[in-house]
């Protein structure tokens, strides 16, 4: 019986992880987690590690120095054609010129369309994509076939640059038409590798070089979900990262200038058997890289040229040819669920080594290290790109839910003792409140509403004037009940409501002190009426033993004491209010020339107990008689160091 029981709670308990597990899958099965994916795919890449200079390419960019002798803000045909018969002296490789016809100008260009024609290795470009832009005209059906590729790059739904084209059939189109990037990498890999474009073998329909298979995306690919602009041939980009040496940051590509190709200001090996790209440098001519591009490479900036991107796209193709660098690949459906799975239930297990909270949880730090570090080394060694969001996001959920399910036995003793001393702090507490809110009361409306009795009874006020302090005492309950409400969404309840004022208790007693006898000798007391003179003196005192209860009381007391005078010292022209410190005790002296008691024996007001109540706690003593030759003596002391 007891096993069945057991194995029951671990099934409860490992239906709730699966649930979780469940839901993060279902989430992903609806594309939710994409954004967070491809995130998660450019931090890591981020923190790739450091790369040489690439020594297969070169980039040569149009600069405004180049320019500045053309009558036009474009390049003409006739000093492009210039500019490539100089690159073609130096014997590169493969030259691909990333211009448009969009980028020149001039109408002479028979120049131009002869070096296409008689060199093979000189590609040019073309926009297959809207907007389109046509390759040069009046080259030939050949030279376009085999020298044009396209140009386009595909965003993701962020804007950011993470893919590239390998070769698409245009809409409308019949013909199969290559990216440069392609291009580039093919035709040095045969000239250098002997390698020709084929077949991949375990994705028939992606493109390899000998043993080397490009990955193909598809629309669902890896984090994407449903991608409408994954189509044709593409994979992801491998973005190439700098060097760091010496503090210094070297470029992923050598970059000269035009203006000084033309004067020969650059070394022969630069260009020589070489990829060559040339393009423009035109800041404005810019393309927004997704944050994938390792922090090595951004030099400060936060785009890259259309140059630069083109150099990327092929660099990573003749890399992972040549050097056995990494491709961006993923895993099957499949599997990639399986991986979350994995890390969801590695959560739920977690709890057989929660032996304490701490321990719980140090245990999911590790788990997570781990998951985090394997996405990364798969990434950067081997090019995988894992779903760690998702997985990491399973086994936290699960982490946590089951650490906390499995303290919840050792803490449930705790937790009740912690109930028994919540209910008694709140019963207390609740008990605190309806003082506060008696004294509240009685310090305020009821004092309002004796004045007025004893006013009617006496005859000794109008009708009108019974209306006005029928508004009054309207208003003072209206004030309480607002004071209350605030009280109650207050967490340190660190006011005390006087009069018209509410007055905050963490300041120094004998402001308050000064506060209270302000607002309540404004009250329209009789005790009041014939005052004459009115002596105050209240030395500082903030001792360190006194709460911010026994100040809440101590103002209480002082309140009521000066509602009696105004009630019962009828016909007082004098008041002296006193406080100072006298040796180790701080005496709160009350004295009217009033009428004085009319009972020698003390009677039990609400400003006696909370006094008795004083002396209990801080250990003072309260003296009430009455003064010679009139009035009342009123005095509370007590030790205060």
Known sequence: MAFRTRAWELMLEGRLGLGIIGVIVGLRLLGLFQFLELLTLDRLQQLSFSEPTDPHITLIGIDEAYLKHSDTAFLQYTDLAKLLETILVYQPTVVGVDMVIDDLSGTEKSRLLKLFEENEHLLTVEKVRPPMIAPLEGLSEEVVENQVGFNDFSLDDDGNVRRMFLGWTPIGSLSFRKSLALLLAERYLYEHRGLELENGIRDPDAMRFGDVEIPRLDPNAGGYFKQSSVYGIQTLINFRSGLISGGNISQPFKILKASDVVKSSFSKEDISQKIVILGLLDP???????????????????????????????????????????????????????????FGIAGISIKKAATSTLNGLLCLVAVGFLLILTSYWSLTLGGLWLPAAPALLALVINGVAYVAVAQSENRWQVLVQERDIALAALKLERQKTIEHAFDTIHNGPLQTLANLLRLIRDNQISTEKVGDELKRLNQEIRDIGESLKQDAISDDNLYIKVGNSRLDLSIPLHELFYEIYRETLERPFPGFQMLKIQARSLEPIEPENLTIECKRKLCRFFEETLCNVGRHAIGATRLTVTGKTIEKSYCLRIVDNGSGLQSPKVSRGRGTKI???????????FIRKNNYPRGVFCEFRWVVS
């Open 284 to 342: 404005s001519n810019v393309i927004k890289f997704g944050s994938a591009v390792p922090l090595r490479l951004i030099y400060n900036k936060d785009r890259l040229t259309g140059l630069e991107l083109q150099a990327h796209a092929a660099s990573q193709i003749t890399s992972a040819v040549i050097n056995g660098s990494p491709l961006i690949w993923f895993l099957s459906t499949p599997l990639e669920y399986a991986f979350i799975v994995v």
């Open 611 to 621: 006094a008795c109540e004083l002396e209990a706690v801080l250990k003072g003593k």
